[in-house]
């Protein structure tokens, strides 16, 4: 059987178990002369201390952690306490508690609250004040003289919500414990796959140019896969989560270095909303595929990433042959958007900028700057 996050709660109700007997038993001595049936008294104080053996080990061995168990112990307290009639005198009934005390009658309070939450613990100590007024003819409102009902409900809560915390806690710990070990499997086959088949393609992606002519070809098939299969790695690691809704830019970013895309990134991690983050990063990628289609076969790209704490800025910079002067409108007029949509339309989206700097010769350079409480309203576009 899986080990119940509850088992501590369990035992130490055992211990309160216990302790309630004992306590049982001094009241039994000492009331005892003055019940009506003192032999039926002792009679159903053994099936009281029988019952509560049975508990103990059903609750401690764990076969008896189950809600019949629980509505079978809660039922024997009831019948006992209203047994308390045929012991004993009406006169007795009115000046004492129930012949089974009510500190022993709580145990079916505390495991309701232990197995089921702290409802179903304070419903169970409902039914115990209940059946204690069922005997006695009257409900007691004054708490100052008997306060039966606050400590059944007190009990039922506080209980309940150790348990509910404790169970909690233990699926939390499970869960990050998991996440743990397929991260660790993840970034193991990562570096396998870094150390053979992406090297490799690297190298005859950068020596396939050195030599040209007809092997220039596999060379940029090499390097397509090289960058696919990069892709395919960063994104079976993921990024790593800094919170509820956001992601780590930089662990996005990875997902594009290769043999021509050289990347500068912080140490540590650089939270961005989930949303924001991943259309930066495809803002980013839209600027590579255009080194890759216009600066040329030779021109490489450098990616740097900056947390300036109230925004976030990524530099794309490529030494190819840049852009002449009213290139980028003549595209809008011919219909291509490419850039207007998928780099500036995407900041602009997101409360950010998207500056270019470029020159005929002199490369291109995209700085994409996004605030850091972008996106929080869902843009702006």
Not at 216 to 236: D, I, N
Not at 351 to 376: I, Q
Request: charged share 20%.
């Amino acid at each position: 059987m899986q080990q119940d996050p509850a088992t501590p709660l369990w035992r130490a109700a055992q211990g309160f178990r216990l302790l309630s007997c004992v306590y049982a038993l001094y009241f039994q001595v000492a009331v005892n002369d003055d019940l009506d049936r003192r032999v039926a008294g002792w009679v159903l104080f053994a099936a009281l201390i029988s019952w509560s053996a049975a508990c103990a080990v059903a609750y401690l061995r764990g076969f008896g952690r189950r809600p019949a168990w629980v509505g079978a112990e809660l039922a024997v307290v009831v019948a006992l306490v209203l047994s308390t009639e045929f012991v004993a005198s009406d006169q007795w009934v009115a000046d004492n508690q129930s012949w089974p005390t009510t500190l022993w009658a709580t145990n079916a309070t505390i495991s309701a609250a232990i197995l089921l939450g702290p409802l179903s613990g304070m419903a169970a100590g409902v039914v115990v004040v209940v059946a204690n007024a069922v005997l006695k003819g009257y409900v007691s409102v004054n708490l100052g003289r008997n306060a039966t009902a606050v400590i059944e409900l007190a009990v039922g809560l506080a209980v309940g919500m150790a348990a509910l915390t404790a169970r909690r806690a233990h699926a939390e710990l499970e869960q990050a414990v998991r996440l743990a070990a397929a991260v660790e499997e993840r970034e193991r086959l990562s570096r396998e796959v870094h150390d053979g088949a992406i090297q490799v393609l690297a190298l005859v992606a950068r020596r396939g140019r050195e030599i040209g002519g007809a092997t220039a070809e596999l060379a940029e098939l090499a390097g397509e896969q090289e960058r696919a299969l990069r892709r395919l790695v960063s994104a079976g690691s993921g990024p790593a989560p800094t919170g509820d809704a956001s992601v780590d830019v930089a662990g996005l970013l990875r997902s594009h270095e290769s043999d021509r895309v050289f990347l500068s990134l912080p140490a540590t991690p650089v939270p961005l909303d989930a949303a924001v983050a991943s259309e930066l990063n495809a803002a980013v990628a839209n600027a590579l595929d255009n080194v890759v289609a216009h600066a040329g076969a030779d021109a490489r790209a450098f990616v740097l990433l900056e947390d300036l704490e109230d925004a976030v800025v990524v530099s794309v910079r490529d030494d190819g042959v840049g852009i002449a002067d009213g290139r980028l409108n003549q595209a809008v007029d011919e219909g291509r958007m490419g850039i207007a949509k998928s780099i500036v339309g995407r900041l602009d989206w997101m409360g950010g900028t998207a500056r270019l700097v470029t020159a005929p010769g002199e490369g291109t350079e995209w700085e994409l700057t996004v605030p850091r409480k972008a996106g929080s309203d869902g843009g702006r576009g």
